[in-house]
Every structure is written in structure tokens, then in C-alpha cells.
């Protein structure tokens, strides 16, 4: 069946409302193997992303057909996956491929043309702002490379990658501490290395405050937003011999406001955003132990690598959950990473990363997206994935108005 894009789509549009023809489900079925359209919609992807698109494409057409039972009728068995229909939209200009899981209701529209945006807004940056002990600040995206400034005994370096480093001097036992702090903006993010060698991300909105050496039997930062460490291992040093395999460690402490993250060398992310109403831990490689409310010891919880607590804002109720790794640091490796979110969740992540404002009007729509968009796109981009699922969207300035 030869076929060009918009043919493509209106055969998904058929197979979502249960009207396509044999031979229409035939071609559908075995798309994820063909991807021989005149005009490949994804000539842009690597191989590695056609093929994850392809598993996707192939696992939700056998889902649809096998979750089939006894006695119901094609339509009813395209409703039983998610109680929702689903199209799978490839939007590969903009770096996304989507499915959108849509209410029945809304499901039951045609999809409707896409508004091309006179206003765009470009998606966020390398940009961030330091406080040093004084009070002062240094705009880090405009600061030039090289030494920025001394702070209590620790040099602070602007790499040419754009990195701030803080280097400690030797000998600095001693000496007063100083805290300093980085903080990026909504439409910002930015990597540092921690006097004792940790490496930190900060995703937009986010910042840590920390002391310029670390002294003592134990590290402690704290952070707002979200932020992913590559702890390094640091000892305790007993007289002038240092043998690690005989010292004691010490604990690297990330303090939130809902909870203390007790570390000893490991990798994990941290999301704590106020609007969230949660606050995440996702453990990669190590262990850590989560408590909640700082001084809970009782409700303390260990994870080990895959798993994630979470920590409810004010109740402090804990729990813990095998991980999405891959959704959980998706921000860090350049992309957003959707499953099953609903509009609002999906919103708050991108009125951070492209700093707008998000206002609601009418009924907020019930869809719930799956997917990946790379954070290199315009908004744009997310706004036709929008559209193409019906939800009404148009940009005002630096304003997303969805709704009437």
C-alpha cells in the first residue's frame, strides 16, 4: 500500500475509532517494519530511536488486538487497553514521537489542523547564578573562563564547557567555613564539581547551597528543585597515613525541605519541586537512606539501585517503588520523558524549562501523554502534540493559554 503522511493519519484516525478496514489494520501492523513513506517522517531519527519507535508501534497494535475477549466487539476491545483510545503521532522536525492516550470522549473527535504558531519561545539554556559568602553574585552564562573568585580557601573555575569547579587548597582544615550557592532560573540548568570532587546537575528552577570545603565527619548540601549527584568517595584521614582500605567514609547529606537523603558514594537525582506535592529520590548506582521530616529515624527508608522513595509534602508519608530510571533522568541526558501524565504535570516541566507561564481555561483536559520530546525543541513542539490530541492551545507572550 503506498501511502504518503496524511493518508497515514487518516488511517490512524479510522484505526482509533474502530472504522478501519481489513486492510487498513494490515498496513498498520506492519508499519513499524516498513518505514517506506514518500516523504520519511523519520529520516531525521538514528537507528537506536527507530527502532525503540518501532517496539513501541509493534507492543501497543498486538495490545490492542490481544486484550481482546470472548464476546465483545472490536470497538469494545480497542476501548479495554486504557479505557482510551490511542494515536501515535510522529512529529520528528521537532525531535518527538508521541502517543497521546485520550478520553473516550475526546477520542471520538477528528483530529483537527494544527495552528502554526507566529510566537515561539526557545527552550532553556546553560545559565545560573552564584552567591558567594558576601552576599555577592556572579551571573555564571556571562562570567568569561577561568578563576571567578576565592571563597574560603577553595578556588571557584569557569571551564571552558562552562562548568564551575571549586578547587580546594591544600591545608584548609582549619579554616572558617563559607557556604556558597547555585541557583538557575525557570528556562536555565547547569553542572558544577563540589569541592570534594561530586558532580552536581541542576535542572531549571533549582539551586544548592554548600560549603566552599568540606570539614568535619560529614558533607551536607541542601537543595530546592531538581538536582542529580555523582557523589565521590571521600575518607577519614587518621594521623599522616592514609590507607583507604581501613578509613571510615563520610556521609555525603542532601537536606530538602521534606526530607534528609544520607549518602556514601553513589549516583541518584532528587526531584523536590514545591508544586509537585512530592518529593522523589531515584537511586542509580549506590545506596542511600531517605528520611523524611529530618529527624523521622524510624521512617527512615533504604534504597538500593533502581528504586525511588517518595516522600508526600506535609504528612511526610513515605513510600518506595521500582524506578523509571530512564523518565527520571531523562531532563539530565536532554530530553523529556512522559508516562501517562496528565496535561498539568506535563505543563508544570514545561513552564520551568522554557519559562512561561501556563493559565487553565474551562475544562482542563483528562488526556494523559506518553512520550519523549528533546529539550533542545521550541515550544512549539510540545504545543502540536497538544493540538493534535484536541486540546485547544495558543501563546500570548510568555503565556500557554489552554482552553478557550
Not at 476501548?79 to 475526546?106: C, D, H, K, P
Not at 555523582?230 to 577519614?236: L, R, S, T
Request: with cysteine; charged share 30%.
Amino acid at each position: 500500500m503506498n501511502i504518503d503522511n496524511k493518508e497515514f493519519l487518516r488511517i490512524l484516525e479510522k484505526y482509533r475509532n474502530g472504522q478501519a478496514s481489513a486492510e487498513e489494520e494490515d498496513f498498520l501492523h506492519a508499519y513499524y517494519n516498513m518505514f517506506d513513506l514518500k516523504e520519511d517522517p523519520l529520516k531525521s531519527l538514528g537507528e537506536s530511536e527507530k527502532n525503540e519507535l518501532k517496539k513501541s508501534i509493534r507492543a501497543e497494535l498486538k495490545a490492542r488486538i490481544d486484550t481482546g475477549t470472548e464476546g465483545t466487539t472490536r470497538k469494545d476491545r480497542f476501548y479495554m487497553r486504557w479505557s482510551a483510545a490511542a494515536a501515535v503521532l510522529i512529529l520528528v522536525s521537532s525531535g518527538i514521537w508521541f502517543w497521546v492516550n485520550q478520553t473516550e470522549e475526546s477520542a471520538k473527535s477528528p483530529v483537527q489542523s494544527v495552528t502554526v504558531h507566529k510566537q515561539d519561545i526557545a527552550p532553556g539554556t546553560n545559565k545560573a547564578i552564584l552567591t558567594l559568602g558576601d552576599g555577592s553574585t556572579i551571573m555564571l552564562d556571562d562570567a568569561v573562563n577561568g578563576v571567578l573568585a576565592k571563597e574560603g580557601g577553595a578556588a571557584i573555575n569557569k571551564t571552558k564547557d562552562g562548568e564551575i569547579v571549586y578547587e580546594a587548597g591544600a591545608g584548609q582544615a582549619k579554616r572558617v567555613v563559607t557556604y556558597n550557592m547555585v541557583a538557575t532560573p525557570r528556562g536555565g540548568q547547569y553542572q558544577l564539581t563540589l569541592p570534594d570532587g561530586s558532580k552536581v546537575w541542576l535542572n531549571s528552577a533549582s539551586s544548592i547551597r554548600f560549603p566552599t570545603v568540606f570539614n568535619g565527619d560529614e558533607r551536607k548540601v541542601e537543595i530546592t528543585g531538581e538536582v542529580y549527584f555523582e557523589v565521590a568517595k571521600k575518607f577519614k584521614v587518621e594521623g599522616s597515613e592514609f590507607k583507604e582500605q581501613h578509613s571510615e567514609r563520610v556521609p555525603f547529606i542532601v537536606m530538602t525541605a521534606e526530607q534528609e537523603v544520607e549518602v556514601l558514594g553513589t549516583h541518584f537525582n532528587i526531584n523536590a519541586y514545591a508544586d509537585e506535592g512530592e518529593t522523589k529520590t531515584t537511586l542509580l548506582e549506590g545506596s542511600v537512606r531517605v528520611t523524611p521530616g529530618r529527624n523521622s529515624v524510624t521512617a527512615s527508608k533504604l534504597l538500593v539501585p533502581g528504586q525511588e522513595s517518595i516522600v508526600r509534602s506535609g504528612d511526610h508519608a513515605t513510600s518506595v517503588r521500582q524506578a523509571d530510571i530512564e523518565k527520571a533522568v531523562a531532563w539530565k541526558n536532554g530530553y523529556f520523558k512522559f508516562d501517562r501524565e496528565d496535561i498539568q504535570s506535563l505543563m508544570r516541566q514545561v513552564s520551568r524549562w522554557y519559562d512561561v507561564d501556563v493559565e487553565y481555561r474551562g475544562e482542563i483536559p483528562s488526556d494523559e501523554f506518553v512520550g519523549k520530546i528533546k529539550r533542545t525543541a521550541y515550544v512549539s513542539g510540545v504545543l502540536r502534540i497538544l493540538e493534535l490530541s484536541n486540546v485547544k492551545c495558543r501563546v500570548e507572550g510568555r503565556k500557554i493559554i489552554i482552553g478557550n
